[in-house]
């Protein structure tokens, strides 16, 4: 077992349900990624607070990385997206869509979080990439993705943990 998966698994919560683990192939889409601001859930997390540079190693970050950037394109009128980190780049760079793996959907500027400020990520959302072997399924239909439920249960129970820990 690696230093990464020995992380994972001192990091898992088991109160968080175990649905949340296990991979679905249909039902709805799981949110990840969302941050409190302005105009935002003041329920979401503050990304400063999960910044951890020390949570994994470069390669294993930038596995992370490759594989948020893969994620199928939906939801493209959104808008642009702003960093709520100091010294994000312009809103351009955040993205005006989401992404998702056929499972989880996040905003297409998440990668920012990780790639510029080491922002930590749900283990669970980490745990889901490796067991794909950080590479997206094959075939996925973007337009029953675009038109698929989102849930924000998990993202809702995941930023209450992070905000009360």
Not at 66 to 74: A, D, K, M, P, T
Not at 108 to 118: M, P, R
Request: hydrophobic content about 35%.
């Amino acid at each position: 077992m690696s230093l990464f998966d020995q992380r994972l698994d001192t990091l898992h919560d088991p109160a968080v349900e175990e649905d949340t683990v296990n991979d679905r192939s249909e039902g709805p889409l799981r949110l990840v990624g969302y941050w409190r601001g302005e105009l935002e859930d003041p329920d979401w997390p503050d990304p400063a607070a999960l910044v951890d540079a020390s949570w994994w190693t470069s390669n294993e970050r930038h596995a992370v990385i490759r594989y948020l950037r893969s994620g199928v394109r939906i939801h493209e009128d959104l808008g642009f997206s702003h960093c709520r980190l100091s010294g994000g780049p312009p809103d351009e760079e955040m993205g005006n869509a989401e992404l998702t793996d056929g499972t989880w959907i996040w905003p297409e500027g998440l990668v920012v979080y990780v790639e510029q400020f080491d922002v930590r990520l749900p283990t669970e959302f980490v745990e889901h990439m490796a067991r794909c072997s950080f590479t997206l399924p094959l075939g996925l239909d973007s337009q029953r993705l675009e038109n698929a439920p989102v849930d924000c249960e998990f993202w809702r129970k995941w930023s209450a943990r992070v905000t009360t820990a």
